[in-house]
């Protein structure tokens, strides 16, 4: 099975317990709040689906479409409510100190919510349980502010990342008013909360955590290439384009970031494809596109390779070789410059016709992506997908999708209908092909034929369902 690299895999989700155990005074009062708030709102929506169900039960019983509600978890609104409902003195200093201000018509709404909310809050209701999970999506951003080295407990401002984007925008004037569109209202809240995570000394990337996608190392290439880092003077990727060589670099950068990767690059600085500026001659010295060349990991894949090894005609070929030269120069082992060049096959013989120093940087082959690879590495987005989708996914639903588009076309990113899940049917095939450990067949035989996949890639796909998807 290969690796699946990123700091969210296998780290268990936090449960409400979790948050309460790092959290300071006011957080935690708002809390304990949005968990009782969450347990009689789970209360009431198990006896709207109890008595829905004797509403259509025999002798009556007809069809109904499905009924959705809010999952049996504590969700961004439930902690929105217990804000405003506990702290929302506090909100409204954090969020509305800035350009996010409300009208005469939303301060009405923002008063009137307000009382709502602390006269629900103090009706008795279900006790707290702190092993309430979290909505998954939102957990995964609280698993890595939980993750973080620092021992100072959680900030309320910290609580309002994922309220603010969806739960807050109808208090901006703008929007309430019907004078702007949610984008926006999204937009100055996000600002908003920026400014006030500056002023409360709270680091903005702990605020609201941005997921990313985890890795799928497909070919062992973290391994090999963090070891060519570690010699020094560093590598040269070679694949065609496509067949992630950057997401293979910014892997290996990540985990430089977070001190996860080799110990001779602890403390060094990793970018990929990020330059300050073009290269240029300036009084005869030539200006490098970085900043700074010592403990650094500098990653290269489109911008500057390509101009440095395109036609002698290109004015900005000669300060782009000027400069891959010069990082090479400066590249080595210790504390000195790790560069990583991305290059097709083709390219090859250019650069080593260019550059002759270049021959001294290990080759690292990055195959093309085969068919089992594409699915495992759609599975891979399941952070952006299940925010898209409002919930899980599984892999019935990412192979339903997959297996709907064209061969050119499998970007699930790009699909309209996320929040649709795979027919029941075709779950349950698939469900009885594990169950049985039989070959599939009938319309999940079809559809592994579609998307060229053969019943060992099934077996892998599902044992990474089990480690990714599962929870």
Known sequence: ??????????????????????AGRELGRALTTAGRLAARRIALQDQALALREAIIAAPWE??????????RALTPGDLARALLAE???????????????RSEYTDQRWREDVERWRAAAAEPGPALDPALPLVRPWARRWALIL???SAQPLATIQALAEPVRAAMIGYVGFYGDGMGVAGEAREALRRAVGAAAEREGVAYDRIGP???????????????????LARGPGAILVGEVGSG?????????????????????????????RCDQPPAFVD?????????????????????????????????????????????????????LRLVLGITPGERWRLRALLPAASELPEIEVPAIGASDRVAIAMCKVFALEEAAKGP???????????????????????????????????????????????????????????ELSAADLTVLLELEARLLAG
């Open 147 to 149: 993750a973080d080295r």
């Open 1 to 22: 099975m290969p690796a699946i690299i990123h700091p969210l895999v296998d780290v268990p989700c936090p449960t409400l317990g979790d948050l309460l155990e790092r």
């Open 87 to 101: 702290l929302p003195d506090v909100v409204e200093g954090l969020l509305f100190a800035g350009e996010a201000r």
């Open 210 to 228: 941005g997921l990313g996608t985890p890795y799928y190392d497909r070919h062992g290439g973290v391994a090999a290439l963090e070891a060519a």
């Open 284 to 336: 005869g010295g030539l200006v490098l596109p970085i900043n700074r060349v010592e403990r650094h990991v500098l990653g290269l894949v489109g911008l500057g390779v390509g101009p440095a090894l395109g036609p002698a005609s290109d004015p900005g070929q000669g300060p782009w070789l000027a400069a891959l030269g010069e990082l090479l120069a400066r590249s080595g082992d210790g504390d000195r």
């Open 393 to 451: 996914v599984d892999l019935a639903r990412i192979l339903w999708w997959l297996a709907r588009r064209t061969a050119g076309d499998r970007d699930l990113e790009r699909i309209d209908d996320l929040a649709q899940p795979a027919p029941r049917h075709f779950s349950r095939l698939l469900a009885r092909r594990v169950a049985e450990g039989r070959q599939p067949a009938g319309r999940v035989a079809q559809i592994l034929e579609r998307l």
């Open 62 to 71: 007809e069809w109904s479409p499905p009924w959705p509600i809010p999952p």
């Open 245 to 273: 060589r950057r997401s293979l670099l910014e892997a290996v950068a990540g985990r430089v970031r977070r001190r996860e990767g080799p110990p001779e690059l602890a403390g060094f600085v990793s970018a990929v494809d």
